[in-house]
């Protein structure tokens, strides 16, 4: 062999010296994606559910072409917030969003306000009791174009000094109720009673009676009812639905849910407007419902929440959320019994609703307990936990499966180290790319701190939204929406019983043969 | 830089380490690459998302917009892999390895590991100012300054002329 062959040769052995690296690595691919797929197939063999993201429902044949005429009752924090969602904004809200945009590019709020569908609705009338906000609500019912304030000042909105006048006015179809939980139930009535379709605010009523005039009411009539929990709309409760109905948890036993709030906004201490008077608010008009009248007081006026007379604390404000989420995922209807307590333990403002609220429902007939948990001075989140044999499940914005160390229908896998309860079974992120079995470490951190949901896309979704939207399509097409009358009948009651328990200090029951609340009387299961 | 001329002078052990140490770069480069590319859920998203430091604003911004995101995902997705197959095949290396700096150096500024700064993935180590990053950073200038490609590597072939004149 010549010296330039051995040259040329030893060039070429120098030249492709590391072909057998790469050769390592793609087997050790090869394995550890084998593995992988191993893991995952038989982990989705055993679960049976689909690792797609969840459908939600849509309502066919929709036509959008003939605008609805709305009224909003109650231009508050939760009005305004409902006008938004249903597309109308203030014009000087879009100022201030747009200069936000300007100064922080991150500032997405305009955008995706700009972006949400138009649901072709007219505000044609607007009712409050403080005529700043009344004036207020014209000016966004108007806004039908979401312009600022320099392109937009004129009013194509009437403004109502009682909701029975604007319930009268024959140019609206249907209104929107956020005005205090005591002024719910009638106006509701009087509303269905008039034709007009409702969307009502959540704690639906003040007191367990309403409850029933108010189903009632809407049943005799052919109203569109909606009752505003949008987290019918969320996505991870619609999958943890399909988790649960799989039977993938086993036999559950416990569910807990929470409320955790700590600043004085969450405790309702809503800021007093400058501009509140005896001469701007029609006081007598505000407590006309409520069981004790007293002389006028701002601070009841704004900060309602904390007086019986007006609502019913955390159990109507938040309880209810809580609540019809694990109904709608678990259909678990009223319960059989429930304990509350509590107590005023932070706010010591003169408030008579608790700040610190527990309630324990019983559901024999499910062998399970649903409890609830809240405080006002404290920020620890501990999410929605419902508890099996096999697995519990974990839900907030995402949603996550873990195998129960202990499970019986697992216990084959996990002894074959297929299933570790350490690492979910099932996670679900709204707005990733998909839902997979074996996720890595970074993926779960992402999501657990909101980071995908809040940027996946470029926007958030409003689930406010997409809750009125349902309504208006609903009313569009003469059907039920989800969380209609008998889905807020259940939650209405619910939360009542723990309302009455904890006032009255005594064990409530509910009897479903007489569909009667009855105190400290003891049922069988 | 006479670069053949001092490749030549280079001990038999140095040699060994040098390309060692470029393979092992090339491996870790070309893993994370492919394990990116072999998964479709991956998305530099979260990662943007939670950036610190004086390039936040700019790491943040390119997280809002999809169009900016998918991009990221694309180059980093086929920058790791290219940069890893050229530092263990010793193919195009001085390009792969600026190239790996490159990438690197973002991915220093937008996690600098700066007192104060807490990541939503948690290191598996503990950093201050220097992370592994950093140092993968100025190992791969050593081997900038260093070559080896035209010892082993294919690069032998390419720059074959001018290295078989060295010769």
New interface residues.
Partial sequence: MSDSNNISRRNILKAFAAVPVLGALGFGVLRKKNYDNDIRDQIVKELGISYDPPVLPTIEGVDKSKPIRVGIIGYGIRGEQLMRAAGFAHPKTIDQWREAAEKDSKDHRLEDFLAQEDLNLQFTGACDLFDVRAQEAMEACSNVNRKGSKEQNTLTCKRYRTYQELLAATDIDAVIIAAPDHWHAQIAIDAAKAGKHIYVEKGMTRTIEEVFQLTDAIKKSNVIFQLGHQGRQTESFIKAKEIIDKGLLGKISLIEVCTNRNSPNGAWVYDIHPDASEKTIDWEQFQKPSPNKVPFSKERFFRWRCWWDYGTGLGGDLLTHEYDAINQIMNLGIPHSCVASGGVYFYKDGREVPDVFQAVYEYPERDLTFMYSATLSSDRDRGKMIMGHDGNISIGGELTVYADQESTRYKPLIDKGVIDPQIPIFLYSPGSKRIDAVTSATAKYFAGRGLLYTYRQGKRVDTTHLHIKEWTDCIRTNQQPSCNIDQGFQEAITAHMATVSYRENVKVFWDPDKQQVLKGKSLKS | MQQSNVSYSYSGSQVTLL?VLR?LI??HF??EG??KL??????S???L??SKGIFA?MF??W????NAVRTIDFMNEWGLTLVG?GL???CLTRISIFGGIVMLGFYYLSHPPMVGYKY???SEGSYLWVNKNLIEIFALAVLYVFPTHQ???????IF?KKYNKS?
């Fill in positions: 390309v393979i090339g491996w070309l893993y492919v394990t072999l998964n479709p859920s991956w998305s998203l979260g990662y998302a939670d604003d943040q911004n997280a809002s917009n999809p197959l263990i095949m010793g939503a993935l948690p010892i082993v590597g294919i690069d032998r072939l074959s010769i």
